[in-house]
Every structure is written in C-alpha cells, then in structure tokens.
T-cell receptor
Framework: EDQVTQSPEALRLQEGESSSLNCSYT??????LFWYRQDPGKGPEFLFT???AGEEKEKERLKATLTKKESFLHITAPKPEDSATYLC????????????FGSGTQLTVLP | NAGVTQTPKFQVLKTGQSMTLQCAQD?????MYWYRQDPGMGLRLIYY???????DKGEVPNGYNVSRLNKREFSLRLESAAPSQTSVYFC???????????FGQGTRLTVV
C-alpha cells in the first residue's frame, strides 16, 4: 500500500530560524512528488513538482529536494507570512490518476 | 483569474437530504477532481474526470456521484447525506492527469 508520512506534525519557528520539513514515502514506483501550501480555510496552493532523486526546486525562501525515499522542504529565514500547512503528495507510476497525500506539517513562524 | 470556483462555500444538511456541489474552472483544463479533507487523514480522492465525457472512482467513492457537465464544470452529488460525509470538499483541475492540480476554495459540509 502506498504511504506518505510527513513530519513533524507541527513546527513553531522564530522569524529567521531556518528549518526543514520531511515527507517520506513508500510507493511501488514514483512518478512525481508534489508540494502544496494550504492556508486556513483555503484550498491547497501548488508549490513544486519533483520527478527524480537528486532534483531540487526553489521558490523564494523555499527549496524542495528529493531522494529515493523522502523529500525535504527547506525553509530559509522564514517570515510570519510563511505560516501555513505544507502538504506533500505522491503520484505512483502506472497510476496516473491518483495523488496520495500526507497529513501535512503545520508551520507557525513567530515574529 | 478565477481559477477553480466552488459553490456553495458552506452547507448544513440533515441526514438523508441530497445536494449537489458545483465546480467550474476557467483554465481550459482537461482533468478535474473531487477530494475530501478530514482532520488527520489528508486529502482523499472521491472521483475524477480525466477528460470531458469520462469519470472514474477514486479512493472513497461510496455515497457520491459525479457529472462532468462539460469541459469547465464537474459536479459532486450526495444522494442521501450521512454524518460520515461531514467534511471539507475540494474541487481541483489540471491540464492532464500527470500535471499539478489547482484547487478551489473548498465547501465545508456538515451533516447533522
């Protein structure tokens, strides 16, 4: 069974305090790994797609990396506006239709 | 840019009532999806439509039906609502099944 586990469940950082969120996955074959950001009461907002081990993508203070077993979302010098729940999802090779989502990491950045 | 629009935003139903959640996208996407989000369980796929004229079951289809009305619109129907269907429902669309999905703002449904 395909599984996606995100850790930690919640993370509180001081403004400027860099950290990383983890998404570990167990799938039969990875087609792609997606990162989303979700603000309270809103729908998920797409951030990145990673397709192969060693791939990295960056957007402002966020950088996503991928290995064969996990992905990290690195947050450099976060600001309060980075506070949100970050979701990762995997798409399995040969099963193009379905994303399996993790439960998310709730990030709070304190001023 | 509206993106993906869902209606209504909030709804309270009594057990056994029926309702239809509406979704429309203006990005000319081929694929559309309905997810539900429950605390601690992540987003789970209910139904999806790979392209206009096709629909398929996702992970949790029981108790739901869908209609892909045209390329823009994809509706989700609850024929006889149950308290277990209390959830936040998200519609999403993507260029095709292999590309990133864009989500609507969600419908918070409570069944009492």
């Amino acid at each position: 069974e395909d599984q996606v586990t995100q850790s930690p469940e919640a993370l509180r950082l001081q403004e400027g305090e860099s950290s990383s969120l983890n998404c570990s996955y167990t799938v039969s074959g990875l087609r792609g790994l997606f990162w989303y950001r979700q603000d309270p009461g809103k729908g998920p907002e797409f951030l990145f797609t990673l397709y192969s081990a060693g791939e990295e993508k960056e957007k402002e203070r966020l950088k996503a990396t991928l290995t064969k077993k996990e992905s990290f979302l690195h947050i450099t010098a976060p600001k309060p506006e980075d506070s949100a729940t970050y979701l990762c999802a995997v798409q399995v090779a040969g099963s193009a239709r379905q994303l399996t989502f993790g439960s998310g990491t709730q990030l709070t950045v304190l001023p | 840019n509206a993106g993906v629009t869902q209606t209504p935003k909030f709804q309270v139903l009594k057990t056994g009532q029926s309702m239809t959640l509406q979704c429309a996208q203006d990005m000319n996407h081929n694929s559309m999806y309905w997810y539900r989000q429950d605390p601690g369980m992540g987003l789970r796929l209910i139904y999806y439509s790979a392209s206009e004229g096709t629909t398929d079951k996702g992970e949790v289809p029981n108790g739901y039906n869908v209609s892909r009305l045209n390329k823009r619109e994809f509706s989700l129907r609850l024929e006889s609502a149950a308290p277990s269907q209390t959830s936040v429902y998200f519609c999403a669309s993507s260029e095709n099944l292999n590309t990133e999905a864009f989500f609507g703002q969600g419908t918070r449904l409570t069944v009492v």
